[in-house]
């Protein structure tokens, strides 16, 4: 069950990226359902890759270099899931950040502590 609210507060993280930024834009719901499903495998399954891959640049970063990993990551989903669009890079980098604190946000306003509706 939370598996699937988190995926459906992903979604409507999705949805609300275009009225925030221009540069953004998702056809329809089924869309954002299908890009998130995405974001979530990408970043279950190739974002600790890159992470391990890119740990020294990380490092002397401070961190900051997961930022681009999103950022990459966030655009070449917007390349695979047609209807989810986003203009370049720099707008995929917002667009990363904007996302992460909108999902984070209504997670913490939906769900308990314990991860329960």
């Known amino acids: 069950m939370r598996l699937l609210l988190t995926w459906l507060i992903n979604a409507a ?6 009225y925030l930024m221009h540069s953004v834009s ?6 954002a359902l299908i ?15 890159l992470v391990l891959l890119t740990l020294p640049v990380t490092l002397l ?3 900051l270099f997961i930022l681009v990993i999103n950022a990459v990551l966030f655009w070449l989903v917007s ?7 986003v203009a370049g ?23 308990n502590k314990d991860g329960n509706p």
Do not use: H
Request: hydrophobic share 65%; aromatic share 12%; proline share 3%.
């Open 26 to 31: 998702v056809s329809n719901v089924g869309t």
């Open 35 to 49: 890009a998130a499903l995405v974001l979530g495998l990408v970043n279950t399954l190739i974002r600790p890759v």
């Open 89 to 111: 890079f720099w707008s995929a980098f917002l667009a990363a950040i904007l996302y992460s604190v909108i999902s984070w946000a209504l997670s913490s306003l939906l769900l």
């Open 79 to 85: 390349q695979w899931v047609e209807g989810f669009e």
């Open 13 to 18: 993280a999705l949805m609300a990226l275009p």
């Open 61 to 63: 970063s401070m961190g």
